[in-house]
């Protein structure tokens, strides 16, 4: 996912990355950085991600959530996506977190990025 990301900026591209949703990897700030559109956090299902060249399930599948992002290396596009997220509600003084991210279970998910909070949106699946 480090190079990915990379390659997104180093080229100025615009994509959707499918990616498993671990804030503390180290490319995850970078994919938050990308963002053009708010990340949606996938189902869990066992065909949502399969071994490569089989059909069988990744054996992480119950275990690993993964999150659509809406990516662009073009900078101003990100800087406007982010401009348009409310203001984070983290306190004046406060202490960031090393990584500048903080997460809620408590109606829904989001991160603090650069003073803003970005909330992830979640598909759900009817039949």
């Not at 959707?16 to 938050?32: D, G, K, S």
């Not at 993964?66 to 306190?91: I, M, T, W």
């Amino acid at each position: 996912m480090g190079r990915c990301t990379f390659k997104v900026r180093e080229d100025g591209a615009r994509g959707l990355i499918v990616a498993p949703l671990w804030l503390t990897q180290p490319w995850f700030t970078r994919l938050m950085e990308l963002l053009t559109a708010v990340p949606i956090i996938l189902p869990k299902g066992r065909m949502l991600l399969t071994l490569p060249g089989s059909r069988d399930p990744h054996p992480l599948y119950k275990k690993m959530q993964l999150v659509a992002c809406q990516v662009s290396g073009v900078r101003s596009e990100n800087r406007e996506f982010l401009s348009k997220q409310p203001v984070s509600s983290c306190l004046p003084g406060e202490q960031a977190p090393g990584n500048n991210m903080r997460s809620t279970s408590k109606g829904g998910f989001g991160i603090a990025m650069r003073g803003r909070w970005i909330h992830f949106d979640h598909l759900s699946l009817r039949c």
